[in-house]
């Protein structure tokens, strides 16, 4: 999913359809679609398709709090959202350098939290988890070394481990 909207808007929509895109999805209502262009229609259909069926999946195995809550927090959020580092660099009157060092740390605690979690018992199928577990390491690793989704020469050594030179077993 994330591959198709980066491309989409990337390669095939102007600005104007993009910033329509986003205030679409970020109402996460099915009447946005009808101000949306021909062009991205579908794109929207296909995003809100695809929450709902994670909701029916999850609906068969528990609660469905997370798809409600990205929903809630889809149409929370409004307007432009600065990088992180942005946010940082401006609260605390710091360099990048300085900004971007916080923010690895950051990370860095964040991914000892994780591992506790999932130390954890949870009502949450294992392979749910897991897969959610799974993307987070693979954006780890995408944005390690900076875009590696935007500029994937950056992955070349994992992707040259994984395809190329993999580990026997």
Not at 1 to 21: H, I, P, R
Not at 51 to 68: H, Q, R, S
Not at 72 to 84: I, K, L, N
Not at 124 to 147: C, K, Q
Request: proline letters at 4%; a negative charge.
């Amino acid at each position: 999913m994330l591959s198709l909207l980066d491309d989409t808007c990337d390669n095939f929509a102007t600005y104007q359809e993009v910033k329509m895109l986003t205030k679409a999805i970020e109402s996460f209502h099915e009447s946005a679609l009808e101000e949306l262009p021909e062009t991205m229609k579908n794109l929207y259909r296909i995003i809100i398709d695809l929450y709902d069926e994670i909701e029916v999946e999850l609906a068969k195995t528990g609660p469905t709090f997370a798809v409600n809550y990205a929903k809630e927090e889809w149409e929370r959020e409004r307007s432009y959202a600065a990088s992180a580092i942005e946010c940082y660099m401006n609260e605390h009157g710091v360099s990048e350098v300085e900004a971007v060092k916080f923010c690895w740390e950051e990370i860095s605690r964040a991914w000892k939290d994780i591992a506790e979690e999932c130390q954890k018992p949870t009502p949450l199928p294992v392979t749910l988890t897991e897969r959610v577990l799974n993307f987070a390491r693979s954006i780890n690793v995408i944005y390690e070394n900076g875009d590696g989704y935007t500029h994937s020469h950056l992955l070349k050594e994992h992707i040259d481990s994984l395809l190329a030179d993999p580990v026997p077993l």
